[in-house]
């Protein structure tokens, strides 16, 4: 079989569903190739025994106002559900016990979490010059603003619970830039702080109210909605061996689904797959072309839904607790999903959700699940307050390539990725491996993404 159409997206995540959801409001001819049986990638919901926990993210962030406005178009068919105000008490693990992060003045000056020194250092924060180096790290910005207690027991855990990452790797200008920004426009993290929320804002910067989400019941209610919204018959399940390869002003994609060879031509592509995935996607590219964005390291991490029909342990009144890399701790950290987002569990029962892995533990992820078991055991008896441990539901999880790496390779990446683009008009290279990790950062580019396609559109 062979057919025409105007845009191929390669990817049925949550990058591919939203490009495709505007490319279709646009009247433009598409179709998704997802190598899986269902959409959503890693955002899956499940449902077992009164449970309702996910497979993937648990939550996402309010963060840019393009997410917002996605919720506003598919009222009716999603309902997005803002968390509890328990989500915003965050706990940190030190010297054997769990203390809330500080929410205020009082809490940070009386807080265990950081040394006396680093408290008075706080003080001179507004005045202190901002880094002249693009490519610090956010360990090196952290200790020259604040101190290293607070890089040991804020930032460092933060990290581990969004990037699963190594604060001594990662680079803010790419990997938290609205960090980054507040130093270089502001001069300071806390006066810029100020300022930014004395600004005044547009009515569309509103939208991005910062606000921790998901969807009633569940994040896989968002993915059936644009499933739905995108349309199944524009949508190629179980495609196996996918290859593109440029052909005039043309691109030919082939591969396999259910046993058989399926033909394409298409004049743009859109690539939403992990940079893992891209050599053998464009075999038509040269190693020294594509090795930059095909660097790009992974977080690999072990997800653990653990479900108690009678929660015998400490109180849950928080978003969960997150596991500095000093304590030398199996896991990344303990959220609570029940505690602050409505029927994840029955009535008296907890939901928790255990991360173990990342780049601290990379072997993790490849351990027999006798080993994961003993881990999440130990971890959940010892964290928790239990005095045994006795689950009436766990449900394992491994990614490999969970969570990129924006690290100091990120501007040679970018680059190749814009010069491999303006070599080959109508490839158009998207997903986590730029532009943000976050739901509200993929909904954003895969706006931008529809919008270059809208542009070039005959």
């Known amino acids: 079989m062979t057919s025409n159409i105007h845009t191929i997206i ?33 955002i899956q919901t499940r449902e077992e025994q009164g449970f309702t926990y996910e497979s993937g993210p648990t939550t996402g962030v309010l963060s840019h106002p393009e997410a917002a406005e996605l919720f506003d178009e598919l009222a009716g068919s999603v309902e997005l559900e803002p968390a509890r105000p328990e989500a915003k008490r965050r706990l940190v693990w030190k010297a054997g016990q769990w203390h809330a992060l500080p929410a205020g003045p009082l809490q940070g000056i009386t807080t265990p979490l950081f040394t006396f020194k680093d408290k008075l250092r706080l003080l001179g924060e507004p005045f202190r010059a901002k880094g002249t180096n693009p490519n610090e790290t956010l360990a090196n910005l952290v200790r020259r603003r604040l101190g290293e207690s607070f890089l040991d027991y804020a930032i460092d855990p933060f990290i581990s619970g969004i990037y699963a990452g190594d604060p001594e790797r990662l680079i803010p200008r790419h990997a938290l830039p609205k960090l980054y920004n507040l130093e270089q426009t502001y001069g300071s993290f806390i006066g810029g702080a100020i300022k930014k929320a004395k600004a005044p804002k547009s009515d569309r910067d509103k939208k991005a109210t910062r606000e921790v989400f998901s969807t009633r019941g569940g994040l896989g209610k968002l993915i059936t909605a644009l499933t739905n919204a995108v349309g199944q018959e524009n949508i190629l399940l179980n495609c196996q061996g996918t290859t593109i390869r440029p052909d005039d002003n043309n691109f030919k994609i082939a591969f396999n689904q259910n046993n058989q060879q399926v033909k394409l ?14 050599k053998e996607l464009l075999p038509f590219l040269h190693d020294e072309d594509i090795s930059p964005v095909t660097n790009l390291r992974y977080a690999g991490v072990v997800q653990c839904a653990v479900g108690f029909s009678k929660w015998p342990g400490a109180p849950l009144n928080a978003f969960g607790g997150l596991v500095p890399t000093c304590e030398n701790r199996k896991s990344l950290g303990i959220l609570y999903p029940s505690s602050f987002l409505t029927n994840r569990a029955p009535e008296n029962a907890a939901l928790l959700s255990v991360f173990l892995g990342g780049t601290r533990n990379p072997e993790v992820v490849e351990a027999p699940e006798e080993e994961l078991r003993r881990i999440i055991k130990q971890e959940v008896t010892e964290m928790m307050n239990l005095k045994s441990f006795n689950p009436d539901l766990i449900r394992i999880f491994r990614y490999r390539y969970a969570i990129p790496q924006y690290e100091s390779n990120t501007d040679e990446r970018l680059k190749a990725i814009d010069a491999i683009e303006e070599k080959y008009p109508g490839l158009i290279i998207g997903g986590n491996l730029k532009d943000g990790i976050g739901m509200a950062d993929r909904i954003r580019q895969a706006v931008a993404l529809s919008g270059r396609i809208m542009g070039i559109h005959p």
């Open 10 to 42: 390669i990817g049925g995540g949550l990058t591919g569903l939203v490009t495709a959801y505007y490319l279709k409001k646009a009247g433009i001819n598409f179709r998704i190739i997802e190598k899986n049986a269902v959409t959503g990638g890693v």
């Open 265 to 278: 031509v298409a004049k743009h592509i859109v690539t939403t797959s992990g940079a893992y995935t891209l």
